[in-house]
């Protein structure tokens, strides 16, 4: 469902992908490890049409989308949540949530809202509070909710349970196992191998280069 071929990916002169390739089959949970500045944030990037520039193919539902702009690539179903959230800090958690499902693929929010609710029922005792006043593990829930609302079909995460309470390393971890074992396809990227043990399948990226692919327990 998703095909990457071929794909580099510059920050001006300085290649930071190259020649990356793999697949993401529908309903698979599909994990993205390396260490710092491997590359993976770039290639999540590279995919949803922001940050570097890039060369290859990108065909997702067998439609080429590597020139399409990120707004049609979001409209087509992909849904991203970036390692530093990007929330709109001055709005309540309720504002986040509804502002994201104006701007998502289908015309009812009434659907998606109940689900992250009770995907993350932590959530709904702050639903009128800033995003300023909450931790960051709870921003990391909202930022996950808040992309949700938008029903992707193809999630991309970049380091989700990085940097948070245990307790809600937990929560999230749960949120996601969730998310996969109802079909919800999903390229995580993370270091800390909290998802790593429930991947149908591992990809490993190495200063850029795509290498050996390693089975995951496929328990998602
Ligand atoms: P981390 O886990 O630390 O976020 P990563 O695997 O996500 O690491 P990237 O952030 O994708 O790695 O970085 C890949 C390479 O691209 C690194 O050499 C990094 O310095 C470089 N890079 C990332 N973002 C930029 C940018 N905006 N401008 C220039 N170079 C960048």
Redesign the pocket.
């Known amino acids: 469902m998703l095909t990457v071929s071929g794909l580099n990916a510059w920050?001006?002169p300085?290649q930071?992908l190259f020649e990356v390739s793999f697949m993401v089959h529908s309903g698979e949970l599909v994990v993205l490890q390396?260490?710092?500045?491997?590359?993976?944030?770039?290639?999540l990037?590279a995919l949803i049409g922001i940050?570097?520039r890039v060369q290859g193919q990108i065909v997702w539902d067998g439609q080429p989308l590597q020139s399409w702009p990120a707004h049609r690539r979001a409209r087509a179903g992909l849904g991203f949540v970036p390692?530093d959230r990007r929330l709109f800090t001055g709005l309540t958690v309720r504002e986040n949530l509804w502002i994201a499902a104006r701007s998502g693929e289908r015309g009812s929010a009434a659907d998606p809202f109940d689900k992250v609710l009770s995907l993350f029922p932590s959530l709904q005792a702050m639903l009128d509070r800033p995003a300023s006043q909450m931790s960051g593990g709870e921003q990391q829930m909202l930022a996950l909710a808040r992309t949700l609302m938008t029903s992707p079909r193809l999630l991309l995460l970049?380091?989700p349970c990085e940097g948070i309470a245990p307790v809600l390393v937990q929560a999230m971890r749960n949120a996601l196992l969730a998310l996969a074992g109802e079909g919800v396809t999903m390229l995580v990227?993370e270091?800390n191998r909290i998802l790593a043990g429930h991947a149908h399948r591992l990809l490993q990226?190495t200063s850029?280069q795509m290498g050996e692919h390693t089975n995951g327990q496929g328990a998602a």
């Open positions: 920050y001006g300085a930071a390396g260490l710092n500045g491997a590359g993976k944030s770039t290639l990037q940050g570097p390692e970049d380091e990227a270091q990226l850029g």
